[in-house]
């Protein structure tokens, strides 16, 4: 099992940045991803951003060249930079851990409790 938390979610006005982190109880296997997810009201939970152990990463269309993943192995921290931010981007932000091979998110096992994002216009 891992336990995650996230931290850093926030109010911020359109072309602002934020910084979400999320902190895993223990070290990820190389066998293992971690990532961000998110979901606005009314909408479907997406995929944002995808973290292979190797440093491979996978991003939605609509994020990339603004957001960036990235992770502190030392720490067991992943984290996600979001730059350029837009109304759109407003959403609960989660945090995800699980074997790459079965990273989806209906068969996902380990979420964080989630971090709100708000982008004003």
């Known amino acids: 099992q891992v336990q995650l938390v996230e931290s850093g979610g926030g109010s911020v006005q359109a072309g602002g940045s934020l910084r979400l982190s999320c902190a895993a109880s223990r070290s990820i296997y190389s066998s293992e991803c971690m990532g961000w997810f998110r979901q606005a009201p009314g909408k479907e939970r997406e995929e944002v951003a995808r973290r292979y152990h190797y440093d491979t990463t996978n991003y939605l269309d609509s994020v990339k060249g603004r957001f960036t993943i990235s992770k502190d192995n030392a720490k067991n921290t992943l984290y996600l930079q979001m730059n350029s931010l837009k109304p759109e981007d407003t959403a609960m932000y989660y945090c995800?851990?699980?074997?790459?091979?079965?990273?989806?998110?209906?068969?996902?096992?380990?979420w964080g409790q989630g971090t709100q994002v708000t982008v004003s216009s």
């Open positions: 995800a851990a699980d074997l790459c091979r079965s990273f989806d998110q209906n068969l996902i096992r380990y």
